[in-house]
Nanobody
Framework: QVQLVESGGGLVQPGGSLRLSCATS????????MGWYRQGPGKQRELVAE???????NYADSVKGRFTISRDNAKNTVYLQMNSLKPEDTAVYYC?????????WGQGTQVTVSS
């Protein structure tokens, strides 16, 4: 059973940066997609960004140009570099691993953007 361990959340001022990391505890075989979702206060969970095994990426319109997703396949780790953070980016961020029709979720890490 693969588990996801997230780190890097915290409190940051508007305009600041944070980098989230998500490491997998087990081995993964085959083609898979890793990504980040978030759920803000009173909002539905939404996709932030995802990256496939071959490196293809997909971003929510609200974060394009500010966030960058990357992965280290050798370490089965995915990163989310978040720049120019805004108060509306405040949310719990969840790492995901999708293999075929199965999705595994991390426990979530809080990101708060506030002055």
């Amino acid at each position: 059973q693969v588990q996801l361990v997230e780190s890097g959340g915290g409190l940051v001022q508007p305009g600041g940066s944070l980098r989230l990391s998500c490491a997998t505890s087990g081995s993964i075989v085959g083609i898979y997609v890793m990504g980040w979702y978030r759920q803000g206060p009173g909002k539905q969970r939404e996709l932030v960004a995802e990256i496939a095994t071959g490196g293809r990426t997909n971003y929510a319109d609200s974060v394009k140009g500010r966030f960058t997703i990357s992965r280290d396949n050798a370490k089965n780790t995915v990163y989310l570099q978040m720049n120019s953070l805004k108060p509306e980016d405040t949310a719990v961020y969840y790492c995901t691993l999708r293999v075929g029709a199965q999705t595994t979720w991390g426990q979530g890490t809080q990101v708060t953007v506030s002055s």
